[in-house]
């Protein structure tokens, strides 16, 4: 990882998270963190832990990190979702259905901006 002076302390490359449960690693997300953004990669997870819908959980904690990066790297205020392949049932979870109408959820969002409160 890059380390430069006014980047966050875990510095800018590829990480891994892992999500534990009862003592079990159910689920890693790879994320890159980029001098502007915390870009999501991939998730893999135990498919026996599938009704938690990891996806959307992994998403939700991933985009809690880009903001307590910003914190202390105030340029770092986006949260990138990654790609959405629509034939592939994985990517489902970046789908929001509303009535009738399906509509693919931004891929680049800001999560950080003084006018927002979270």
Known sequence: AEN???????GYGSFHQQ????GKIIAVGVID????CVSSVYLYYDPDYSFLSLGVYSALREIA?????????????FYYMGFYIHSCPKMRYKV????TTVVVR???ASVLNSNNHY
Do not use: M, S
């Open 19 to 22: 999500y534990w449960l009862d």
């Open 65 to 77: 990190f880009t903001r307590q990066l910003h914190e202390k790297t105030p340029d770092l205020c």
């Open 4 to 10: 430069p002076p006014n980047g966050p302390e875990c």
């Open 96 to 99: 929001v259905k509303i009535g």
């Open 33 to 36: 963190i980029l001098p502007y």
């Open 106 to 108: 931004a891929v680049k």
